[in-house]
């Protein structure tokens, strides 16, 4: 068949001869050819590029591998030296968990025998001190004896009275000198007061009472109702107001004794009972200048007294002291002169070391220039220098000093 036989196709206004529809109908037979030639192109680049990446992953995996290999023959040296570590020190350990046990158990048996020790030297005070418990309850059944007869003294009333009396004198004459008081004196009524204190400045003297009536107190300490120790009560103060008048008129004389005197009460409950209990009878007694005292209150009264005294001393013996003080002040004065002196002596002393530093600081410079000086040995260099030099031979022969002229 003829190229020239093969009508012309007209599509629109372009007109398609039979060369243009040949080259058509070749494109298209060979466009699938070309299709399958290029996808079996792209298949083999695919196949080439996937055996390319699985070459990579096997190199990759090879190398994890050598790693993973390399790793676990390091972790086995590891292991190895773990375990001789873990070995010496367990053996270590071992001996010091020995160790210990034996320094516990030496431990132990001292401290067991320390305790056995102690326990004996305990159980031996122990008994030391149930001998002095059995001596102190041998002095307490001594005491209930002594308290036994201290009833029997005070159910007495010339007794009691001499008891009371006792105390009252051991009182005043711990805190008092000797001539600061005196015991039953007779006043120019003809009575006679237990004690009668000396104060300062020619005052009169403090009279100071030691009975006291107890039947009345012990009635009211001992009555059963109340009833009873209501008239127990009356009794006993009845009797004490009594013996404070009988107080401010025996022995509150005008200008012969004080404005007041002291009733001793010989026991402290007795006087808390009394200021509690009976605040009308302790009224009463202020108002006719009488001071109801206990032991404490008598012994702070007579320190009082006693600090009075002890001041009235001082102050006659106030030009005595001042002499002193003049003569101490003499004294000072040379003092103060003697040191003056003593520090002129110390600066003219300090004047001379100033000097003797001068001087030394002199010396010094001049042994400095004399250390700058050049000093060689005899036959060297030096015995060729110019003629203006000078060698001096020194003690030893051995150097010589040159001294260059300055003009």
């Known amino acids: 068949m003829n190229i020239q036989d093969i009508p012309a196709i007209t599509i629109g206004s372009v007109t398609l001869g039979p060369g243009i529809l040949l080259a058509l109908a070749a494109g298209v037979v060979l466009l699938p050819i070309l299709a399958l030639f290029l996808g079996s192109m792209r298949a083999a680049r695919i196949r080439a590029q996937m055996m390319e990446d699985t070459l990579r992953r096997d190199e990759a995996a090879e190398a994890r591998l050598a790693e993973l290999l390399k790793a676990q ?3 086995q040296g590891r292991l190895a030296t773990m375990a001789e570590v873990f070995g010496s020190r367990q053996a270590e350990l071992n001996q010091s968990i020995s160790q210990r046990l034996d320094g516990m158990t030496h431990r ?17 005070t122990l008994q030391e001190r149930l001998a002095v418990i059995d001596a102190a309850q041998n002095n307490i059944q001594s005491l209930a004896k002594d308290v036994v007869g201290l009833q029997a003294i005070l159910s007495n009333k010339q007794t009691r009275g001499a008891f009371g009396q006792s105390r009252m004198e051991t009182i005043v004459a711990d805190g008092l000198p000797m001539g600061a008081y005196e015991f039953q004196t007779t006043l120019s009524n003809g009575s006679r007061p237990d004690c009668t204190i000396r104060m300062p400045n020619n005052s009169p003297p403090l009279v100071v009472d030691a009975k006291f009536p107890l039947e009345a ?22 009797d004490i107001e009594v013996h ?3 107080i401010a008129d025996k022995y509150l004389l005008p200008g012969e004794t004080q404005e007041m005197a002291f009733l001793f009460v010989p ?14 009878v302790v009224q009463k007694a202020h108002r006719q200048r009488v001071v109801i005292v206990s032991p404490s209150l008598l012994m702070l009264s007579i320190q009082v007294i006693q600090a009075v005294l002890k001041d009235q001393r001082m ?29 002129s002596h110390f600066l003219a002393a300090q004047k001379d070391v100033e000097q003797i530093i001068t001087s030394s600081d002199k010396l010094a410079k001049r042994g400095a220039k004399i250390e700058a000086m050049e000093f060689e040995v005899p036959g060297g260099a030096a015995d060729a220098g110019d003629g203006a030099s000078r060698a001096v031979e020194s003690r030893t022969g051995l150097l010589k000093l040159r001294v260059v002229d300055e003009d």
């Open 267 to 280: 026991s402290e409950s007795i006087f808390a009972e009394i200021h509690e209990n009976f605040e009308g």
């Open 217 to 238: 107190w012990n009635a009211i300490r001992d009555g059963e109702t109340p009833e009873h120790k209501k008239i127990a009560s009356q009794q006993f103060r009845r």
């Open 315 to 343: 102050r006659e013996q106030a030009h005595l002291i001042q002499g002193e003080v003049i003569r101490l002040m003499e004294d000072l004065s040379r003092l103060d002169d003697r040191t003056r002196k003593l520090q």
């Open 108 to 124: 132990l048996g001292t401290t067991i025998t320390e305790q056995t020790k102690s326990t004996h030297d305990n159980l031996r």
């Open 244 to 246: 404070i008048k009988d």
């Open 73 to 75: 023959a390091e972790m």
